[in-house]
């Protein structure tokens, strides 16, 4: 299992003075010297964290590989084309929103996301779709030629109760497994953290986590590298 470690949450606390620290720059080194496998960062519409020079050092300091979430907004997939990163996820964005909330919903946007889709990959970038885990989400992000996606785990994050929280691993194991069988890559993603991560980890034909606010979050107490660490022995 491979761990991408989304530093978005590093950007936000020095958005909290708009001064230069900390540094996500820094931050992306420390997770890959720690042994994360990937970089994951959100460049949103109102850049309330990450912003473009970030986004600009980030590729050139990462070694590993740079997955950049983003919407499909044309000014972001201008940018997405000019920095190249390795990956890009697209996900669904609403200015008033915490987080990413819910999937893509690639039935009503198919339009738009397939263009978005050719424009990244004629550039050489390879192309994510973050969903939900539903079988029509699922067969639509095949027909729409990325190469991977990414299912959210926040309805399984989320759930009270033993019942509940098995029908989420379920519905996450067949997801997983009709993703493979249409010959798609399979990453995971959202409310991952220390005491839930192990079994979604265990799921066959996940193959990366990606995880950000429980790090970043643990960081604070006990430091970057021990954080992803601890985090890399919980998911490998
Ligand atoms: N994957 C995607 C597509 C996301 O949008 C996010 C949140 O930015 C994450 C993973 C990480 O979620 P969390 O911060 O809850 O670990």
Request: with cysteine; charged share 25%.
């Amino acid at each position: 299992m491979q761990l991408g470690v989304n530093i978005d949450h590093v950007a936000t606390l020095r958005q909290a003075r708009k001064i230069g620290i900390p540094d996500p720059i820094q931050a992306a080194e420390i997770c890959e010297r720690t042994g994360c496998d990937s970089i994951v960062c959100h460049l949103r519409e109102d850049r309330r964290h990450i912003n473009d020079s970030d986004l600009i050092n980030l590729r050139r300091i990462v070694k590993t590989r740079l997955n950049l979430e983003m919407s499909c907004a044309q000014e972001i997939v201008e940018i997405a084309c000019k920095v190249l990163p390795d990956q890009a996820t697209l996900v669904p964005e609403r200015r008033e929103e915490i987080t990413t909330e819910g999937g893509l919903n690639l039935v009503d946007h198919q339009n738009r996301i397939k263009e978005v889709v050719a424009t990244l990959r004629s550039c050489g970038i390879r192309v994510s779709l973050f969903i939900d885990p539903e079988t029509t989400q699922i067969e639509m992000a095949q027909q729409l030629g990325v190469q991977s996606i990414e299912l959210h785990t926040g309805k399984y994050a989320d759930c009270k109760g033993e019942d509940e929280l098995k029908r989420q691993l379920e519905i996450l194991k067949k997801s997983a497994g009709l993703g493979q069988r249409l010959g798609l890559k399979v990453f995971a993603g959202h409310g991952l953290n220390y005491e839930n991560v192990k079994t979604v980890a265990q799921i066959q034909g996940i193959e990366e986590l990606n995880i950000g606010h429980s790090i970043i979050s643990r960081a604070v107490f006990v430091g970057l590298e021990n954080a992803v660490k601890k985090m890399l022995a919980l998911i490998k």
